[in-house]
């Protein structure tokens, strides 16, 4: 059973085992800040196995997630509008800017804690930007920067000049997760389509864009399955295009390959990179599989732990379209090996 509840301002839509609040061009009512915490402890401690990544995951695509990070509590009326910065920043330039940023942890009863420090860094508009780092040298921490889920300590970041909580308020930024993060209770088609309805596209293209999303890699078949019926693959494909679906201009990529076997992996990593140049997205992926990053990406950032830093960008030097043989390739090979010595120190 689904309930859903569809309001001039936001659509709550129940059912087992999750729940979604999508809240139309993020305008959040007040009210809604108070009471939003109270439902997800009813529904995510007791009624089902709902992980706090995915449930975050989930969150980020509705740009409500600010709550749920105890460290820098900020109403989200300040984050939608924002201080703007005036057009002679010489940030303007690049795509995404990150100068000096670092971000510091202050758990409640625990130390502060310093994950990332000092990152400065130009991503230029269409790039595939890998970030590869060994667990815990603050990857996810440094995606949710750029995001603005996370409010950097220190630096700052632009978004083609501007603030990063413009480009959200903008639904500049699609989303994709280790953790697929399906709706159960929607088809494949429906899951697709939510973002959509989120942000108020055209009612009478969206099913068009998805049926057209969902044939980039190769589910339109499946449109009309639910997420039990598809594999792990196909459910990660289904999460790619739906990062897509609202046309965001920028893709943020968490580990989106890691849970998939060798041989579908590989399969996805061509699928994404058509997607990718079809659709001409600046994306951010986070790694910690130097091969993947080398494979995909047009320069790899590579990340050291404690605290997380970049130690040095590399061109990859491989032509596109790239294909499976150059992973065998001498020129991917060496690049594999300069990246692994720089993470071995
Ligand atoms: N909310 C948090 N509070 C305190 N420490 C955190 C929090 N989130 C992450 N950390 C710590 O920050 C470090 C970087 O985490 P993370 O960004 O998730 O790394 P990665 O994605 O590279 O594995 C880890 O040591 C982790 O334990
Ligand atoms: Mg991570």
């Known amino acids: 059973m689904v309930l859903k509840l569809e309001l001039p301002l936001l659509t709550l839509e129940l059912g087992p085992p999750l729940f979604v609040l999508c809240i139309q061009r993020g305008i959040v009512p007040e009210f809604f800040e108070q009471i939003l915490p109270l439902l997800l402890i009813l529904w995510h401690g007791e009624i089902f196995p709902l992980t ?56 409640r009863r625990k130390e502060p804690f310093e994950a990332v420090r000092d990152i400065s860094l130009d991503i230029h508009d269409r790039e595939l930007f890998a970030i590869v780092g060994p667990t815990g040298c603050g990857k996810t921490s440094l995606l949710l920067l750029i995001s603005g889920i996370l409010t950097p300590t220190t630096g700052e970041i632009r978004i083609r000049g501007g ?20 709706l159960p209770w929607r088809t494949a088609l429906g899951n697709v389509r939510l973002p959509l309805e989120v942000t108020g596209y055209d009612a009478a293209r969206r099913d068009a864009r998805c049926h057209e999303l969902l044939a980039f890699v190769h589910l339109e078949r499946f449109a009309d399955a639910m997420p039990h019926e598809l594999s792990g693959g196909m459910k990660q494909r289904v999460a790619i295009v739906r990062a897509l679906a609202h046309n965001p201009s920028i893709l943020l990529m968490d580990e989106p390959f890691a849970a998939l076997d060798e041989i579908t992996k590989r399969r996805l990593h061509l699928e994404f990179l058509d997607v990718w140049q079809r659709e001409q997205k600046t994306a951010v992926l986070i790694t910690h599989d130097l ?49 692994r010595q720089i993470l071995e120190g």
């Open 52 to 107: 706090f990544h995915s449930l975050r995951a989930l969150l980020g695509h509705f740009h409500l997630n600010s709550f749920l990070h105890s460290e820098h509590p900020q109403p989200l009326r300040n984050h939608l509008n924002p201080p703007s910065h005036g057009p002679e920043d010489p940030l303007e330039q690049a795509g995404i800017s990150l100068r000096n940023v670092g971000l510091t942890y202050r758990p």
């Open 163 to 182: 603030s990063v909580a413009e480009a959200r308020a903008r639904t500049e930024f699609g989303f994709i997760f280790q953790d697929p993060v399906l």
């Open 291 to 339: 091969y993947e990053a080398i494979f995909l990406a047009d320069r790899v950032a590579v990340m050291t732990p404690n605290p997380g830093r970049i130690k040095e960008v590399l061109l990859v030097d491989l032509p596109r379209p790239r294909t499976l043989e150059m992973r065998e390739g001498d020129a991917f090979l060496r690049q594999a090996r300069a990246v």
